[in-house]
């Protein structure tokens, strides 16, 4: 078989075991079968990505008819800095037993089907990109972030923080800053780094709401809520609709973020405060989802969906042109005299975004 | 010996956390001040250079570090990220940060 030189030459290493083989012999077969298994099923996505195609070329099928399916893998730092680390549970498995490594697992199922069902989103990338996660990074890591190629979770100290895969809306935001680089690609600094961050909150809250099919109403509109101890006086990282009172805590500070353009702080710490003036933008959002009532992820998901997605956008866009572009998008959705794109309107001028 | 960490950045901007923490190995046990200018040395810290390689695109919530050391009338700065931790660094910058809060200076 000759194959075009777009996808190379089809390796019989790479063709010849079917992936429900793998996956078999990952979950039920011998120790030292089940390793190698684990280890091919790993394998880097482009080698995959390829097999795929090779099968479907040789049975003529288009790639685009390629059926839309999750491809986790979750990996174990075993404690150390060293990424991606060791395979622990691939696609299909069962529970490991493992807290860190199921919440994972579930939490990229549950942001991959968030973006399939709801925006008819393959993957991050929209072209089925394989979603990996390492756990059990470093030793007592407060944090959780995006390498730019998967997500990385710490096991948190015990102390002030718990481990950091056991907020869903965490996990749906580190991979939206996934779908942020690969659509808008807001710069990390200042206001556009705000709104990146914010963007990941948006979405990361909406998956939460989605699993829960909680109506805006409903909704604690918290990110990172059950990743403080009891020790810690505050219930999440962020509270999106009322930022600045998330914690006032003697050990962590007080909440810092501002919920209006009037209290906008300019700081060189944080790449130019991204994390604490998204709480501007991120208001507005709840805003216009409590507005326009209902599932969140139906309207006002959509609106800034689109808005992520629109080509007008520039890396350095600001809160200005992003609201702007809300405002337009939301009458191009739902009708230039529509309750959807009044709601937007005012979401932005009560927070001081002035866009008409 | 006198050793400076400064964290940013992360999942969340926590003031609390944000805020310095200063080790001086003249006021800590001499076992911890020995374990302390060992991992100085296993760095190579005053021969690093003085910022690592900037985050890749699309990367987020990375922590960002710094550690300055002022020993013997030499003073020096590293900055590094999540992202391009040498473990010889990262463990330095974690014993300074243990023995800083056990020392009251965190």
Redesign the interface.
Known sequence: MSLPTRFGRCHPIHCILPPYLLQNLARNGPPDLRNIALEVLALDSTIRSNRIICSMMETGAHPALAAVAKHRTVYTANNS?TLPGQVVRVEGQASSGDAAVDEAYDGLGATFDFYFDIYQRNSIDDEGLYLDATVHYG?RY???????QQM?FGDGDGELFQR?TISLD?IG??LT??V??SEA?LV?SGQSGAL??SI?DVFGSLVKQYQLKQTAEQADWL??AGLFTDRVQGVA??SMKAPGTAYD??????D?QPAKMGDFVETS???G?V??NSGIPNRAFYLAATKIAGYAWEKAGRIWYETLRDTSLTQTTNFSRFAARTVINAGHLYGTSSAERQAVIEAWNEVEVRVV | MRIEVRTEGGLAYFPGLSKPVIVDSAQLAPADAAELERRVEDAHFFTLQAKYSEPPRGAADYRRYTITIEDAGRRHSVQYTDLDAAPELDSLRRLATELAHKQGGG
């Open positions: 800095t030793q407060d944090n959780a972030f995006w390498n730019g990385v950091f965490v935001h580190e800053h996934g942020t680089d690609a990390y990146n961050e990941s990110i990172g990282l962020r805590d003697p050990l962590l500070g007080k810092p710490e944080d790449n405060g994390h604490i």
